[in-house]
Each structure stands twice: as structure tokens, then as C-alpha cells.
């Protein structure tokens, strides 16, 4: 089933505990504005290249639309809705005056130059620039963008627009606007959320089994913050490799070891293992923090952890979902666990709009006070209506934004 779809399923599941009319279901169910449109880019060779684009606009009650551009060979419409939804629930549970949005162009980044990827960066912005800026749609990084693509798309804004404009792209080089800790924003604010979480369900931080599924930005960086800490990492994959050590692994010298050679293959330390073996850990926690759908209703049964953390976006899929809980495993959904991200981005752009920048403490600090509230919020509607703590996050968000759209008088 498609994320898309599967949002559908999930609201309408919501009716059981937020009364929601018909008018209001269609209103949740439709985003507001859809972009598909094709991309053309001069590969090295001189040769021009055109591929598939989108922004999706999903909800602007709160506030202008906002959220990352993913470039990966499998974008597609259905799925950038999804995230462009899930971005209007993060936002609207994390109390980030912005609504949700998402883009992403369908390549293969792996396979292309630094040039190249200027070049598409630079034309996905001459699609969509009179439709983004700051106070309308905000782009950011997503998988496989970072912030050296974020300095391209906002010089191609200010270009295009004539003015100086740091606000319209978050995310950015620190040099030109971006804020301290972005780039492990999205990592932090899931430590913070499982550190309370651990607090919450009275489970002791020392001696934490944690295995992490990703080691791009969000689960490498997840890795070197949780090894500050007294837990163990006992596994860890990336899309082609996966290291295990039930002693407990060196972040520092994961990190260097893929460094070196692009994978864990080789790394001494531990016994080589698969993404499907890493699923079946015997650990306290897992950390989903690559793609969509990779815990499904084939691999839920085999999962041995007691939390999953969602760093990624919508990696579990609503069939899989049944099983886990019928096995007593407490899942913190994405929108709550990965809004670290969006909320740093806020901050950025706050501090873009004033003029005035933040120092790394402070910014800390606020996203912890920030992303613990939500999760404090969360988890009294999980005690107090009996339901999962995905079921919570929605109910909450769900709420928040029909009274503003009641109170806008569109529903
Ligand atoms: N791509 C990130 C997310 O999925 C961050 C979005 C942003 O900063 O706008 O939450």
C-alpha cells in the first residue's frame, strides 16, 4: 500500500477519538497545492538530462508550508504527499508555526558530480520560485541533500528574486545564515525524545542496547550524541553494509572506519550482519533512520526491540504496525521523534528574519525544551485515551489544526 494511502486509513481511524466531519476529513485528506514537473540539467558530458520534480504544499493554516527536498532514485507523487502530510502533523505537534510541505527530484544522487548536482539544485528552484520564499513555502535538506545543496537553491533565489532572502531556504551553511546545530538537529532532538522516553516507561539509560538502521545525517549523528552517553550501540547498518558487536561498538571508530571506505565492510571490531539481521536484534532500541517502509508486515514479526525510535520518515509501515504492537512494542512515531530537524529550522529562521544569531547552547536548549513538551503532551493523551503513542501525536496535531482552520473558516 502507498504512504499516501495509508494516511487515509489513519485518519479515518482518528474518528474513533476526534470528532471529524466530512468536510474536515476531505480538508485533512487534500493537499492544498501539487507541483510535478520536469527538471532539465546539462550532465558533464554536455549532454542535457530531464527527470521527475515535485513540491507538495500540503496545509499552510499555521503558517507557510515547509519541509525538505529529497533527491532519490524512487520520488514519486504518492510518497511526497505523504511527507508533505506528515510535515503538517510535525509542525502542528511541536508547536513550529509553519504547515507541512515537502519536495523531492527522482535521481540517482550516488551517480552524479558536484556540478551536476548544482546544476539541479539550481533548476529545481527556477520551477518553484515564485510559488516558495518566506513567508510561503521554505524548502530544507531531506535524504541525500545537505547544506551545501541549501547554499545553491537560496543563491538561485536571491537571483532569481533580486533581493537578499535567507529566510526562503533553512538548513543552510552556517556562513550564510544557517543556524548552530542544524546538521544534528534532526539526531539531537530524537536523543532528547528517547531519553525522557526511557524516563517515562522507567527503563534504566545505563547499559541501553541500541541498533541504528541508517548511518546517513540523522543516524550517524544519533550514533556519535548516544555514545556520550552510557548506552551500548551494538549494531549498525547503512545501505550496503552492517557491523554487530553485543559488547557495545566504537562510534568514533565506525565513523572512521566509513570515512575510509564508504561502508563497514572490513571494520574489525564486530561481526558483519545485514539490514534484515540488524531488524531481529535482541536490543532496547531500534532506530529506523533511513526510508520509508522498511519494517513491514514480512519483517515485524522478527523484531526483537522494545521502542523503535522513527528518526526516518514513515518507516514503518501501518500493516506492520499491528504486529508490533500485539508483540508490546512501544513505537515513538516520526513526527514527534525526527521534528528536531523542522524545529531548528524554525530557529533559523527566526534568526534570519531578526538578524540576530543564536550560540549553540542556546539553541540546544530551546529544542530540548521544545521537543520534550510535545512529547510530554503526547504521551499524558496516550495514558489518558488508552492508544499508541502514533494514535496520540495525530490526535493532538489533528486538533490543533481543524481549530485553525475552523477558525479560518474553511471547514
Ligand atoms: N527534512 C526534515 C524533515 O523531514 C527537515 C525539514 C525542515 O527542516 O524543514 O523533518
Redesign the pocket.
Known sequence: MSSFREIGERLESLKKFVGITDKEMLFLKKPMKTLAFKIEYEKDNGKKEVVDAYRVQYNNVLGPT???V?FHEKVGEEETKA?AF??TL?CALTGVP?GGG?GGVRINPKGLSDSELERISRSYIKNIYKDIGPWKD??????YTTPRHMAWMMDEYEKLTNKHAPGAI??KPVVLGGSKARDIA?AQGGVFVLLRMLEKLGMKKEKTKIAIQGFGNAGMNAAKILAREDVLIVGVTDSKSGVYNEEGLSVKSLVKHKEKHGSFKGFEDGESISNAELLKLDVDVLIPAALCNTITKENAGSVNAKIILELA?GPVSIEAENTLEEKGIIIVPDVLA??G??I??HYEWVQNNTGLYWDEKEVLGRLKKQICKALDETYSVKQEKKVDMRTAAYIVAVEKILRAAKLRGLV
Not at 521554505?138 to 535524504?143: E, G, K, R, S, Y
Open positions: 515547509k519541509g525538505g529529497r511527507l506528515w510535515m510535525k509553519f515537502k521554505i524548502p530544507a535538506p531531506d535524504v533553512t538548513g534532526t520518515n525526527n521534528a530537524g523542522v531548528v529550522s
